[in-house]
Every structure is written in C-alpha cells, then in structure tokens.
C-alpha cells in the first residue's frame, strides 16, 4: 500500500516537474514530494468560518502552541515543524479540496483537524486513500468502526460513546425515569445511543425519546410531548447551537425545575454565549476544563504555557484537542526519528503521553485515543468566581478501554 | 394522545407562528410594492437581535431595546435601499436577488467581527420569565407576550392601510407606480419608507425571537427559507396571505412534531409544495404576480 | 390588504437585458475554450482547485441552459447535481460497478430526477417556480438524509474511492492530480461541444423564441410546456454529469452537495459571470472559487470581502464578468 503510494508520488512529482518546465518555462529543479528533509509539515484544517469560529480559533492557538514547544525544544535533531492552517468552513466537500490541497501541493506530511463528523469523515477518506497520517480532532463513533478505518487514521478527540458513558454512569441513578431529546443525524443518534447502553445495566427507566430535525432554532414543538412525559432527567443529545437553543427553550417551558437537564458534552464557548442563568445545574462531559489544574500537574503546566503565549487566556475543551493531537505527533515523529509513514504509525501506537490531561493512548484496533472523561456542572451565577469560572467538576473518570465499545464490537478483527 | 396535549401542541404553533409572520409581511410588503425579492431579509432579522443585545445592554432595559432596535435598523433599511436598492430599479428582477444575496454575506460577517462568531447572551426580561397557566396547560409568559405584540403591529399596520391616506397611497402605489407619478406622487420616497418599514419588522422580529434562541450570526438563514415558504404559500405581496399562512405553517410544523417529530422540517416543505400545485400562486395571490 | 398588479422590477423581467450576446467566437467558442481550459492547472494556486473549476463550471453551464436561455429561475439544481453525486458513488461503492458505468447511471439518475422535478414545477412561473424548485430539492434532501442505510445521512456518502481509471487493459492513477485533472476535463470538454451543439440546434433557436416572447412562440405553434420541460431535463443532465464528477473527484458525496446553499451557487456562479452567454458561467465559476480560495487564505472575515463584490457587481457591472466584457469586446470591433 504505502510501497505504491510512494512511486505514485516520485512519478507524480516527475510529471509535475516537467509539465511545470513545459508550462512556465521554470526555475529550479522539481521538488521531490514530501521530503524527508525540511520543515516538518503539519496540515491543520478547521472551520474557521461558520458557527464553531471560536473554538476552531481556539484549536489553532493550541496548535501553534504544540508546534511552538517542539521547535523551541530544538524540533526533531534541528528540523522544525510547520502548521498549516485553512478554513474548511465546516463543510465536508470544502474540507476534501483542502485536504487534497495540503497533501498535493503543500505537501503536508500529516493532516490534523476537523470540527464535525461529517467533516472528519471526509478528510479521512481523502488521507486514507493516500496512506496519509489523520488524526481527528472532534467526537465521532464512526471514525472508529471497521468500515471508516484504516491504519492510517488515529482519533485523538473522545466519541459519544465514552463522554455519554461518562456523563450516564454519573448522572443516572436506580429507578430513575430519563427522556430523551436527540437531533435527528449520526452524531444525534450515537449520543442517543451511547447513553442507551449503558443506561440499561443502571436500570432507569427510558420514558420516551423524541427526535428533532439538525439545526433547528425552535424547540417549542417538541416541549408539550417532554412536558407529558415527566421524567426525572432530561437528556438532551445534540451540539452547539442545538444545544443552547434546545436548554433555554427547556427552561423557559419551566422543564428544568422538575427534571435534571443533561448533556453529553458542555462546551466552553457555548456556556458563554447563553447565560448561567440558562445553564445552571445542568451535567455534561468533556475532554478538558482549565478548572482541573488545581489537581493536575500536566493540566497546570499546559494551561500556564497556554497563559504565557495568550495574554492569560485559557484553553477551552475543543481546543486541547488541538495540543494534545499536535503534541502526541510529534512525540511519534521524534520516536521514530523522521516523517516516514509506517515508522510514525508504529511509534503512534506505541505511544503513552500525558500532555495536558493526565495519561493517554492510542488504542492498537481502533486508534481511539484512551483518555479520562471529566463530568462538569454549569455554576450558579453568583458562585463564579471569574468570568472563566464557569463549570464544577463532579468526577474524573479514567481512561479505561473497558468503557470503550470492543474492538470485535466496532467490527475490527481480532490480532 | 390526550387532547390537553394536542391543544397545547397547536397554540405552540400559533406562538411559533407569530415570528413567522413578522418576518413573513416585511418579506411581502416589499415584494408587492417594490418587486423586489430581499434575500438579506434573514440577515436583517439577526441585525435586529443584535441590535437589541447592544440596546440591552446600553440602557439596561427590556422595553427601550424592543423599540430602539426596530427603529435604528429600519433607518439602516432607508440607507440601503437610497444606496443600492435604488439604482437596481428598471432592471431585471434578479438583479436585486444577487444584490441582497451579497449584501446579506456583508452584514452577517460584520456581526461577526463585532460581536464575535460565537453568539452573544439574551436574557427573558424579569417580568417575562416563568410559565403561565392558559387553561389547558402551562406556556412560557414571554411567548404570550410575543403573541401580544405581534397581533398590536398586525392591527397597527392594519389601521395604517385602510384608514389612512399614507395607507391609501401606499395601496395605489402597489396597484399602479405609473399613475401615481402622474398625480405628482414621490413614488421614489414611497418606495424608501416601505423598504424602511419591511426591514423594521424584520428587525422587531429579531428582537422578539432573542430572548427564546440564542442570538447568534447564523440565526438568520434558517429563518429565512421558512419566511420564504410562508410568503409563498400565502402569496407573494398578500399581506393577509402573510399572516394566514404563518399560521398555518407554525401549526402544521408543530402537528407534525407531535406525530413525526424528525419530519418537522420537510413537513413545512412538503406542505408549499402542495399547496403551490393545487394554487400556482399561492393561497391568496393573485395570477400574473410575480412572474 | 391586497398589493397586486404591476411593479417596477417585475415588469421588466423579460426586457432584453438577460437576453444572449450574440457571440462573434462563434464556432471557434468550443475550441477556445477546450484550449484554455488545458492550461488552466497552471494558471491556479493548486490542481485540486482546477478540478472543482472543471466541475462548477460545467454545473453553471448546464444551470444557465435552464435559467439563461429559457428564464426559468431553479432554486432547486442542487437535487440534480446531488443525484448526479448520490447514484454514482451509491453504484460503485454499494454495487461495485466500474467508474464509467457508476457515472453513467449518475446522469442517467439525474436526468430521471430533473424530468419528474420539470413535470411538476414547469407549469408555475417566476419567483413561484423559484419556490416549487426549491421545495421539491429541500425534500430530496430530506429523504437523503433520512435514507442513511444508502446515503450516509449527515455523515455523507463514502466508501467509493477510484484510484485507477481505464478502459479494458489501459488505465491511469486516478490519484494523480494532473491525471485526474484530465480525465475530468475530457468529459467536461465532451459536455461543452454537446451544449454548444444543442444551442445552434433548432431546439436552442425555439428555446430562445419562447423566452423573448411566449405568446408569439405559442401562435407560432411551437409547444411551449414541452419545450421548457425538455431544456430542463438536458439542464439536468449536464448538472447530473457535473454531480458525478465531484463524487469521483473528491470521493465522498457530503449531504450539502443536496442543499440550498448549493443551488443558491449555480444561481450566484451565473449571474457573476453573466446570465445568457455562453461563457459566462464558466467565468463566474472560476471567478467565484478563485475569490474564495485566495482570500480565505488571507482572511478570516473573507465573506466580508466576497460579499462586497458581489454587490459592487450587480451595481458596476450588471451583464456580469464575461457579459460586460463582450460589451466592450463589440465596442471595441464597432470602432
């Protein structure tokens, strides 16, 4: 596979070299295709434009930091990395384009990046077809199934199924009756699923589940029917704006009072744009909150690094991704002393860091990322002690491959 | 199913409804007076809620919020349509479609680089918040309110329209510009006051929907394609065309809800599609319109 | 309450301002055209830039059949190019037929789709076919993102990937950047003659007839329904052909390639490049993916800047990029 990758490549960069001659009548010799010498390419696409402005923003600067303490360190014997950033604008054709750009033209020797599913998807399928180094940055069951797969994908941000784990075995009790609102597309429904499963073993009680179309900005309709249901919980398992938009309009029907809101994931940015009014009380999951420095050496260091070259601003969820994804490749690239392919898989799957968060790795069938999932509560108001004050760690849950769904599961055969 | 369920699920629908129609008669007044299709009507929509946000937050009150930000980014409506409206008149009628289309990229992006991309809080005002029991359930106090103040523009525009004579001219102007010219009629100031006014409700409805979504750049692209759907469906340039069919799209999304939840969406759809085979144009448009 | 009757824009709707420049190129426009277009990887910042050029522009020819020259208004071409897209990598990847056989069932699909959307929308006008275009592609969009078995719902189609294409014995790396530049461009090349063909056919001359004046094409005996129902099926057919070629290009089909946005593209694609000329679309795709590109490299706010332009060129330059330049180009041959 790599073998015939890599003459399509010279013979690529031939054909290239001497129609550029013919074209332009050029300079220089043909450059040879993602060299094993010079800068350390690393190609960074995210949706700078569009609604996930501020966290892609926020994946960058964690990016840049990574890349930053690599080189300042002396990059790898001398050779520096590189990060280069586009806009895919959050739309997977566009994502495809600027991947296929970064591998062809830039040659990039590795893509990190994406903010959706359906983006990441298609950015690996671009990578994986020209046995090119992915590493995901953002929630997805699929990426880890046996279908999407390939050695060449690695998925560094969590999926639904370990945050809606983390966040049920946290939140659901004994006996208690839970309804469900989900949005209607993959991510909706892996979510709806994950807290399913391991709802069951609790044993509460599932007392409707009720879909609603993606990106709708009006959840009236579906108020009456949860109001009907009276449940104890109320798990809302959509993302970003949905998720703002859905929680207000929950609390403005006076939902929040005799049910407990719920979410797979709490996002940062999006607790700023709503209120804490809105948002008090209710429970979700994430990969990171600054918040947990005060018990956690590496999140210390890294949140002071991130202080240090931002005026004090701090990390957000989303945006570790982008550290601990750059800092874990590059790790891997110095392992394995250079850019090649198979030698930085290797190093990649054999790799334990501890960047950021506590201590990680890629699992060997699936490449998932096993990681510690913290389970978070929106602060009252009048508790937050700064504007960044924003959530209370309930539980740290640990990287565990047990709470992972198995590898025979994702349809991966057994080595 | 039991009927308390079903009632409530359709005066959702009608609250749902309410912001529809707002956005529904700015999109069909201009339409019918001025021919033209405002495709940045969506963008003015979220000028409005931000417009609100900035008053909120300047004078520290609810109330003044609500009439400012109408007022401010309806005279903003009278500088585009004097600056780039105006020359576009006499030419075809896609013409102000590509127009508008640019023009709603302009104002959504300059949202962004002032107020950030991420979406900024509105809280329900004090005295809004909390539920309300109408008989045959609880509801939000502030989507009753919302009601409210859609049926007083209604009846306002309504008044306006038929017993006055700026209403009288505004009716000749829609039947026939040309003659109106002949009687010495500012056609032109006609036009500039209408664009003014549709782009005023917009911007009311903006304000209005902030404190039940989130106020956030994007929010609205999506509210216009539903506008879209409305006006057509009750004709384009029909006012009480507007209003019915607001309503009946906010009730059939929230029927549909309730049975199909996951089909809301193409519900809306699916009933202009309908509705325009049986209607070519529209519930009550007229024949020839818009064509 | 009702506003009826005549209003300044509408009326001139059908006044010659979207009618064609009549093109001196003439019969050298194919040629010229395939000639620039071998160069064009050269003259862009990256190969897979060029392609999507191949592909938008072929997708703006094949709107502006529809829209340019009969002035039917679609605000529904994203349900054609998406069903080009759809069929084409559902047949390779889920049927594992070859890439020519995937492509042809691709257009065939999109053909059948854009006959069954002309049957029901060819018989409303102007803004009212604009909505009944757009409803009917808001619910193929549905239904694709509900048939997630077959389509991958949100998630888009993948799994279909062409690395090698060939006939029999022959075949190229399709992976290959320049190869697969092209191969697109043979079949984008193919599609320019055949379009060229149709509007110097006596059917491009009735098409004509019937946008300039209905009522005198109708005396004249011509059939005015079928007429509008057969331009959008071929409309269809060059939109389907650009579809399959996206999915073959970028190997994945995203569910956006059905949406609104997408439409809205053809409909901004042509008129940036100008309505009713031959070119014109081509122009506006290239002009309209070139702007993107280049200045979202340099600039996060670049909707800011693409937006501005466009409304500077309804207000500067109304006949469009290439439209406003023919008129100079016979200004200047006039002297």
Redesign the interface.
Known sequence: MTQTTKQGLSRRSLIKGTASVAALGVLGAPRIARADEGPIKIGFPVPITGPFGAEAKDQVKSAELAVKQFNAAGGLNGRLAELLVRDDKLNPGEAATRTLELIEKDKAHFIVGALSSAVQLSVNEVTRARGVIYISISQSDTINEAKDFSRFTFHEALNPQMTAGAVARHAFKKGQKVAYLAADYAYGHEMLAAFKRTAAPIGVETVGEVLHPFGAPDYSAFMPRLMSMKADILCICNFGRDQANSIKQAVDFGLKGPSKIVVPVLLHNQRLASSPDVFEGVVGGANYYWGIEDHNASAKTFNDAFRAAYNGAIPTDYGTYGYTAVRSLLMAVKEAGGTDTDKVITALEGLKYDVAKGPQSYRKCDHQSVQSVFVIESKKKSEMKTDADLFKVLATEAGDPATLRSCEQLGHKPS | M?LQ?IS??LF??I??GAILIMLALGL??I???????NFAHGSFFMVGAYAGVFFLGYTGNFWWALLLAPLVVGVLGLGVERL?IR?????????????T??????????V??LF?????????PAALR??TNIGI????T??LFVIGVVAVVLVAL?LV??KTKVGLIV?AG?????IMRVLGVDIQKL?LVVFGIGIGLAALGGVLAAP???V????GN??L?EA??VT?IGG?????GSVVAGLLVGIV??MT??VA??????AM??F??LV??VR???L???PG??? | MEMAASKPMTKIATAPAAAPRRERLGRWRVPLSIAVLCVLPWLLPSKALAVNVLIYGLYAMGYNLLFGYTGLLSFGHAALFGTGAYVTGIAIGQFGTNWFLGMLAGVIAAGLMAAAMGALSTRTRGIYFAMVTLALAQLVYYVALQASSWTGGENGLRGFTVSKVGIGPLSVDFLNPIVKYYVVLAFVALAIWTLSRILNSPFGGVVEAIRENETRAKACGYDVVRTRLLAFVLSGLFCGLAGTLSALHLAIVPLDSLGYMMSGQAVMMTMLGGVGTFFGPFIGALAFLVMEDVLSLWTAHWQLFLGAIFVALVLYMPKGIWGTGLVWFERWRGR
Do not use: C
């Open positions: 039991d369920l409530l699920q959702s629908g609250a749902l069909s007044i339409f019918g007076i001025l021919g033209v299709v780039l020359p576009l008149y006499g030419r075809p009628v896609d013409d102000p479609i590509l127009l289309f640019g023009l709603s990229y302009v104002l959504v992006e300059g962004r680089i950030g991309t991420d979406g900024v809080p509105f809280d329900t909390g539920v359930g609880y509801f939000p502030y989507r309504w329209l038929e009716r829609a039947r026939d510009p040309q036009w039940m979504r989130t956030n750049p994007e929010m999506f509210v394609s879209f759907v057509v384009m340039g029909s006012l009480l999304v929230n809800s309730l939840p996951e089909m809301a969406t193409i759809f699916a202009m599609a325009l085979l070519p144009h529209g009550f448009g007229k319109f818009g064509t």
